[in-house]
C-alpha cells in the first residue's frame, strides 16, 4: 500500500487524475471505476481538463459505479449515475452506454447484485477503482460489519452515513436507507484501487484502514489484502497515522521509473 500524503485536496485530486490519465493513455478501453461523494470532485475536474487539453478521450472508456442509492426516481438530483454525469461524463467523450451502475430499478433487486458483477466480469474487470471513505470506514456502501467477502448487493445504511449524507436533501429523512454497492471482494478485484480522502473528519477512519486490523468493522481495512492500492491523502486525513513520517520518508525517495 503506498500512502501518498499531499498539501491539499488539489494536489490529492491532481495526483488521482494523472493516474487514471496514464492508465487511458496506455489503454483507451480501460474501464473506471467512479466513485461519488465531495473526495472525487476535484479528481474529475482535472480530468475534464485532460480531456479538453487533448492530453486523453474516453471514447472507448467504460465507467463503472460504485454504488446506487436505492428508492430515489431515475431522475432524482441525488443519484449517483446523475452525479457521475453532472462531474464528469457530460464533458467528455464518455459515451452515455458506456456508464454502468448497479440497477437499482429493477423488479427483483436480489438478481440485480449477480447481474452487476456479470457484467464487471464481461467488461473485463475494473482497472483502476477510485474510492473515497466514509466517516464509519466504509468504502462504496459497505458499512461496518460488511462481509469481507461480499459481492454486490443491498445494504442498509448506518446513522453515521445517514446523518453525513443527510447534507444532500432537503430533509434528513429523505435520504434513503438502503443502497446498491459493490461488495468488498468485487472491489477487491478492481486491478488498482485509489483512496482518495481529505480533511480531519477522515482522520480517524483513514487511521483504521491503513494501520489498523483487517477486519469488517472497518471496511476499507480491505485496502491492506490488495497488491496495488494508493492512498492519497492531505494533511488533515493524515493526522491520525502513527507512520506519516515513513510514507513521507518513502514517497520523497520514490525511484523515478517507479509509477503510481
Ligand atoms: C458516500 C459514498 C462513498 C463515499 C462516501 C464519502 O457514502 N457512497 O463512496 O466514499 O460517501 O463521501 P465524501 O467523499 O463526500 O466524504
Not at 206 to 233: F, K, M, N, R, Y
Amino acid at each position: 500500500m503506498e500512502v501518498v500524503i499531499v498539501a491539499d485536496a488539489e494536489a490529492a485530486g491532481t495526483l488521482a487524475a494523472g493516474i487514471v490519465e496514464r492508465l487511458l493513455a496506455g489503454k483507451s478501453d480501460s474501464v473506471i471505476g467512479v466513485a461519488t461523494g465531495s473526495s472525487p470532485i476535484i479528481t474529475y475536474r482535472r480530468l475534464v481538463e485532460a480531456f479538453d487539453a487533448g492530453r486523453i478521450s474516453f471514447a472507448d472508456a467504460h465507467a463503472v459505479l460504485l454504488d446506487e442509492y436505492v428508492g430515489l426516481a431515475a431522475d432524482h438530483p441525488q443519484r449517483y449515475r446523475r452525479f457521475v454525469h453532472e462531474h464528469l461524463v457530460d464533458h467528455v467523450d464518455l459515451r452515455a452506454d458506456h456508464v454502468h451502475a448497479p440497477d437499482v430499478d429493477a423488479d427483483d433487486l436480489a438478481s440485480a447484485g449477480p447481474r452487476y458483477e456479470a457484467l464487471l466480469t464481461q467488461l473485463g474487470g475494473v482497472d483502476v477503482q477510485l474510492l473515497g471513505i466514509g466517516t464509519d470506514g466504509h468504502v462504496g456502501f459497505n458499512e461496518p460489519g460488511s462481509s469481507l467477502r461480499s459481492r454486490t448487493r443491498i445494504k442498509t445504511l448506518t446513522a453515521a452515513t445517514l446523518a453525513d449524507n443527510a447534507r444532500f436533501f432537503d430533509h434528513p429523512d429523505l435520504v434513503p436507507r438502503h443502497v446498491m454497492t459493490q461488495g468488498l471482494a468485487t472491489i477487491g478485484d478492481a486491478r488498482h484501487l485509489v483512496l482518495v480522502a481529505c480533511g480531519t473528519a477522515k482522520a480517524a477512519p483513514v487511521a483504521a484502514a491503513v494501520e489498523g486490523p483487517l477486519t469488517a468493522s472497518c471496511p476499507a481495512s480491505i485496502l491492506q489484502w490488495h497488491p496495488h492500492v494508493t492512498v492519497v491523502i492531505d494533511e488533515g486525513a493524515a493526522s491520525g497515522l502513527v507512520h506519516s513520517a515513513y510514507y513521507r520518508e518513502t514517497h520523497a525517495g520514490k525511484p523515478s521509473w517507479q509509477h503510481y
